[in-house]
């Protein structure tokens, strides 16, 4: 019988991100957190015959959070260009989990098309000792570019 050891599941601090923008990477050494969800949307269907709901596939949305140390005004420059200028940004958020102890290797998750939805403009609080913030966004796309091995 085989079973799941300590050794082998990933640690959330090995990994790396990047954002994708105008054809370059940049590496999110401020990000805290991040994660991505996806969202199938489903459509109510009623049948003859079946006295209950069947649900069929219809679509889906993509959305994230991510934390990041307030410590880069590239999102609120970005915001600010829609808001100025009503030029809005898409990119790409590449993550990447590498833990060199998980016998499970590494994953590579591309997010394609991102758009952010929210921004904090400016921030002050004297409660913290560190500033962070934390900054949603959608998507229309994905890929894994490297999946976890199976062991």
Do not use: W
């Not at 499970?104 to 002050?124: E, I, P, R, T």
């Not at 560190?130 to 796309?141: A, I, K, P, Q």
Request: glycine letters at 8%; aromatic letters at 10%.
């Amino acid at each position: 019988m085989s079973y799941l050891t300590a050794e082998n599941l990933v640690s959330g601090q090995e990994g790396r991100a990047y954002v994708k923008l105008d054809g370059q990477n940049r590496e999110l050494l401020y990000l805290k957190n991040v994660t991505a969800t996806v969202t199938k949307h489903k459509q109510s269907v009623r049948t003859l015959g079946r006295r209950g709901d069947q649900f069929k596939s219809a679509g889906f949305s993509g959305s994230g959070k991510m934390t990041v140390y307030y410590v880069t005004s590239l999102f609120r420059q970005l915001m600010l260009e829609y808001m100025k200028n009503g030029v809005d940004t898409y990119f790409d958020i590449v993550v990447i989990n590498e833990d060199p102890q998980s016998g499970f290797g590494s994953q590579s998750v591309v997010l394609k098309n991102c758009n952010l939805d929210k921004v904090v403009l400016a921030k002050l609080d004297v409660a913290e000792d560190f500033l962070d913030e934390e900054l949603s966004f959608t998507f229309d796309d994905a890929e894994i570019l490297q999946p976890f091995t199976e062991s």
